[in-house]
């Protein structure tokens, strides 16, 4: 018990502002400090994001992953990652659209309450990326899913995820 | 035993069973057999404790050859069979080789060929993209559809039913609760306790073997580098080592170090996250910030030197794509003694909760005698006492100069799968640094390189999930004719089916991240 308390004491606070993750952007500089405001006026504080893989390499959730790391820790913006869309206000999707994860991306979209945002992952949610369109695949989210946003790399580092979420959050109205 | 010994076995059991065959010394020992041997052969290796590796097809014109290894006495052993015409029919081998069972499937749905006396042959990778007697690996299968039709979920699969007053069935996915890769599990439980669970996969099937064919070797790499995100270098190293052996291609000495430097890189970047991800699914949230913290700052080190958080793309036929300079070396170095302290101080402190420790012990049992037949690989075998690891026991350079550590456990349960990946993250951080002491002078890529066309191989590397295997075939140009890749998790998956039995299913969550399976290696 004790051993774990001195551990968390002796690391402290390691999260990163997104100005110092991009520290030569500017625009970012005026965005991290628009955003509290945003999020609090237009997702009453928090917004809930239902990550859904649609057919990637697993590259992407990786990176995913990682915004939730106390580096970057996502939390401190509001936004956090839920279990249902039932409770999501934007669908983060990975993955090219295999035809096998068609219906279950569909329903998982239709599950969602409006208003809704969707935004696509990476490389192979913008055009399917390295599998691009073929007999398994649909090639791109967009295919499917009204996108609001793409988020390019190949994965989309943390920062870029980042950037890309609250780019997003402060377009939406 | 000696070289010659095994083979001498198993020849005289061919020769008491009438089997006939041709044998052939090439990159491995090969027999070449008709098809209606197929399953003896497979019997007899059975009897000689062979452990089964892999079985796939490659479609040549018109006709299929279907390929079988496995691995006797730490030889590998490749078996092959031509089937010269439709039906293209087989005798399956998973009733003596269970684990060949969904690749099976796999090969049946993809290339046409038909299994006979399959104790299950339902549709695998096939849900409903295609139709049933269509098969994409075929030339006339096209790689594009014309028409756009939404495909509807495979709602239908017939899964295996229980029956009984108090039995009810849970199902569970494709798409789960956390931020993970989508596949469908379907539990029959009795109050908490699971009864049976079937997994069913190929949701992510993305069309990797069609789309590999006709691509330059170093277009593969770069399908190869995302036919698994975690396994990036693994996948990468396996593929670009098949095309070098099948060509002859010399890789210099510096790019092979530097190939074990990023794997080893990747290994330790999978077990930490990982172990940390077992804790978190008890309810430990401290150990898994612990070591996404660790694992952040090893990522982040990546992307500096190697130029990706993932390590994708830096391995090139014939080397590797980025060379380090000594100061990189020193800072890699120094990292490495600064993660590996934190990481055994963190390591000292829940090896010291036993509220942790009565969680993991006895969850998740595998037993020796289930994870051998299954074939189990990495560390899901290695904690059930099956001593499987190609950097020892078929070593490969660099590995071959370094005494890589012996980690055998033989509890099988999630403790000990925990404490296998502990101590093979320890025993890369030492490898690493003899690595990094040890890295040979000279070129990173060997320059002049000719493709043999027509050649085939196999790679086989150590992936941190295990032994992962890579077919390919090149055409008469030198690009690629076929690529099959073998992900660990095709032999780890259906450990995950045996081991939940009679546990309760809210331990579903740790006993699955303890197996680790990839979802996209295996769907393909
Ligand atoms: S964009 Fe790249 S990392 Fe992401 S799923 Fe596609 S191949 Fe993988």
Redesign the interface.
Known sequence: MFSVLKKITKIGIISEKIIQLTPQDEDFKQLGLALKTQISKHFSGSVAIRAVDSGSCNGCELEIHAINNAFYNAEQYGIHFVASPRHADILLVTGTVSKHMEEALLRAYQAMPDPKWVIAVGECGINGGIFGENYATLGGVSKVLPVDLHISGCPPTPTQLLQGILTLLSQAK | MSDNTWQQILFTELKRLNITYKSQQLQYLTLSIDATDWSKISNVLRGLEARFSGVWGDVLRTNIDVYALFSLEQHYLLVKTNLPEPPFSLPSISTCYPAANRMERHMRDLLGVELQDSPDDRRWTR????KDKEY?LHEN?????TSYK?????CKYPFFQTQGSSVCEVPVG??H??????GHFRFQVIGETVLNLEQRF???????E??AIGKTPAQLL??AA?????S?VANTWCAAMAIETASNVKVPERAIYLRAILLERERIANHI?DIGGICNDVGFA?AH??T??L??LW?RTN?QIFNH??L?DTIVIGGVANDINPDQIQSLLQELDTISRDFD??I??IQ?YPSLEDRLATTGFLPHGTAKALGCLGYVGRASGIDVDVRRNNSYPPYDKYKVQHVLHSDGDVLSRLQVRVEETRSSFKLLSALLHGLASGDIVNSKITLLPNSQALGIVAAWRGEMLAFIRLDDRGNIARYYPRDPSWLNWPALEALIDDNIIADFPVCNKSVNG???GV?L
């Open positions: 849900h409903q993209a295609w994409p299968f096209p790689i594009k559809r939404k495909t509807d979920g495979d494709p798409i609760a956390g931020i993970i890769e989508p190929g949701y992510t099937h993305k069309g990797i069609k789309i770069k399908l995302r036919v698994s995100g975690d990036s996250g401290f910030h612990q996404a913290r694992r952040e990522q992307a958080r993932l994708m101080q963190f000292d402190i010291d990839s979802y996209s769907d």
